[in-house]
Nanobody, 123 residues
Framework: QVQLVESGGGLVQAGGSTRLSCAAS????????MGWFRQAPGKERQFVAAISSSGRTTSYLDSVKGRFTISRDNAKNTMDLQMNSLKPEDTALYYCAAGTRSTSVDPKDYSSWGQGTQVTVSS
């Protein structure tokens, strides 16, 4: 299985931007569909965005469409999430995940997970 490590995030003011990165190792990154999920305190893990193994297909949570952009670089084994126009409700622990079902929104379809990186948006 591929191992995943997230980086980026931190404390951001509302309306600001930040970029999350996910670095993969120990597997063939290019065969995996990749996703970003988030979990706020007391809430269930929520799908945010996903990208197919080739990078040609993406999907997004409705509330982040037009603000977040997911991308990947299969040559570097990395995936990014550019987050713009951030809102306090985007505050959460963000996880990257790898799976074999293309652009799935169901966390059960992802077999490898990172440890998460915190994004806090202040109002």
């Amino acid at each position: 299985q591929v191992q995943l490590v997230e980086s980026g995030g931190g404390l951001v003011q509302a309306g600001g931007s930040t970029r999350l990165s996910c670095a993969a190792s120990g597997g063939t990154f290019s065969i995996y569909s990749m996703g970003w999920f988030r979990q706020a305190p007391g809430k269930e893990r929520q799908f945010v965005a996903a990208i197919s193994s080739s990078g040609r297909t993406t999907s997004y949570l409705d509330s982040v469409k037009g603000r977040f952009t997911i991308s990947r670089d299969n040559a570097k084994n990395t995936m990014d999430l550019q987050m713009n126009s951030l809102k306090p409700e985007d505050t959460a622990l963000y996880y990257c995940a790898a799976g074999t079902r293309s652009t799935s929104v169901d966390p059960k379809d992802y077999s490898s997970w990172g440890q998460g990186t915190q994004v806090t948006v202040s109002s």
